[in-house]
């Protein structure tokens, strides 16, 4: 079965740090864009961070540049998305997304990618 499952989310404090995982079954992610996107009440989904197959560089929202950083596990067939100081306006549901790997750079545009995971909550108290 093809799917993504997301896990790592839950209840930490601001500034404490966090690690999301982004685990592929069913094909591989070696060659494949996998961007983090969240979501939270009340607004509109936003992309986070993406990655891209080979060394194509990574890419993050401003919000987060700095604090959060993506990573492939190859043999866990696994995309990490460490999130350290996390802030209250970080609180989401935290979704991966697949996109096929075409040689450019990944995007945040949700509408590139065409498999998702459910969703990990992640929230931050201050």
């Not at 930490?12 to 069913?26: E, M, N, P, R, Y």
């Not at 459910?118 to 931050?124: D, K």
Request: glycine share 12%; charged share 20%; net charge positive.
């Amino acid at each position: 079965q093809v799917q993504l499952v997301e896990s790592g989310g839950k209840l930490v404090q601001a500034g404490d740090s966090l690690k999301l995982s982004c685990t592929a079954s069913g094909f591989s992610l070696e060659r494949a864009k996998i961007g983090w996107f969240r979501q939270a009440p009340g607004k509109e989904r936003e992309g986070v961070s993406c990655i891209g197959a080979g060394a194509l560089p990574a890419r993050y929202r401003d919000s987060v540049r700095g604090r959060f950083s993506i990573s492939v596990d190859k043999a866990k067939n696994t995309v990490v998305l460490q999130m350290n100081n996390l802030k209250p306006e970080d609180t989401a549901v935290y979704h991966c997304a697949y996109a096929p790997g075409d040689g450019l750079l990944c995007s945040h545009d949700a509408r590139e990618y065409d498999l998702w995971g459910q969703g990990t909550q992640v929230t931050v108290s201050s």
